[in-house]
């Protein structure tokens, strides 16, 4: 009977709530299974569901935080909770919780690797298992450096990291970077090299396994194509083991005295797209699966892999977003490398803007737009740019008739200033058209921006 007497007259207090939604901002999407908690708030706490929502009730008035609880946010090393937050009685509080973004990650922990034209480093943030504390982990990659004397050098770069005693790393990739590979040494214990896409600008989170050496190990499996046909002959190793076989006629295989822990199963055969596969090998079990190849793909010219690797450097002298504004005449490597040039001269033929004169001896190149009263009716002036950085052009030989008083006003024996081989890009302008960040010299020259190979390695 007091009992009902104190509800009616609201002495015993009412409850608060929270209704919201975990969100993962690192990966996208919603928070599943994820544990939130209300501080000081008698122990309530609830379990997302797949949509990342939750519901706590029964909370006392007061200023409370909710903070959230994660298997990644333990391999991430860092809380999240929200700002203090009061409830007052009967309140029902809405509430969204999130993971920190990639960028928050990468400003915390990649603090020595600054973006480079607008490419970002990529973290890795990763356990060792088994004997773990104090394991060295090694990230390599491949740096392609391009030089005038030297040609097209390959590197191989690295970054140690030791591991702390729970196991856990963090070691960053520099900006640019797309492919790499990562080990775990401790003591005569190693892993096997495991490949890591890097995602110019993401957090990655690898685990790598660490025992004992032996070779205990064992893989069984089968290798099939792109449609689940059976692969025969097809080559299947593990390169750190040194050891490999080949599949049957059913494209079955069977690995054994293979070194325990994580491992990279590598596969090839003709006709299909070679893969590899991350394994966790063991002495009590072994490993089985299927390993799918997929089909050939195109060969790419030795021209388009280096397009590809010239491509931050482009991005990073600004070559990418000036064409991207369609201002101007513009030739990557790959453009040049299809006009089959045989000298820097023909590199130039047929560019709008410019016109090859191949009654001089070696051929000169002038701007062929309006009217220059320097060169007259035939032609305009040209400047030159290499690098960024302003040539003075030197008289041809053939060209003392021309009477030129200032050599800014000179047509251009382009091959006094480069070698075809060097040229990496090409931008033409008019004197309208001409960035602000190089110098226009005449009303009406035409300007030629070469890029060599050597100078985009230097920016890189």
Known sequence: MVLWGALAVGILPQFASVIGVAVDSLRGGPMAEAIVVVSDGGGRQATTDAAGRFRIDSIPPGVHRVALFHPLLDALGFSVASSPISFASGDTVRLTIATPSATALL?????????????????IIGTVLGDAAGATVTLEWKQVDATKRQGVIERRMSRQVTSGADGRFRVCSPPGVTQGRLRAMRADDATGWQSVELSRGGVLLPTLHLVHASLAGRAIGQVVGPHHEKVPGATVEVPDADTRTTTDGNGRFVLAALPEGTQTLAVRAAGYAPTTMVVELAAATPWQGVVQLGPAPPVLSTVHILAQ???????AVGFNERRRRGIGTF???EDIDRKHPLNATDVFESVPGLYVDHSFHPPIIMGSRGHSSVMGASGVCVNLYVDGHREYIEAPADTNNMGRAESAFLPLDIEKYIDVEDIAAVEVYNSEELPPQFERVGDACQTIIIWTKGGLAERH
């Not at 400003?107 to 973290?123: E, F």
């Open 107 to 123: 400003r915390r922990i990649c603090t020595v690797d600054t973006a480079v034209a607008g490419l970002q480093p990529t973290a």
């Open 309 to 315: 690797q010239l491509a931050p450097a482009y991005d």
């Open 331 to 333: 030739l990557d490597i």
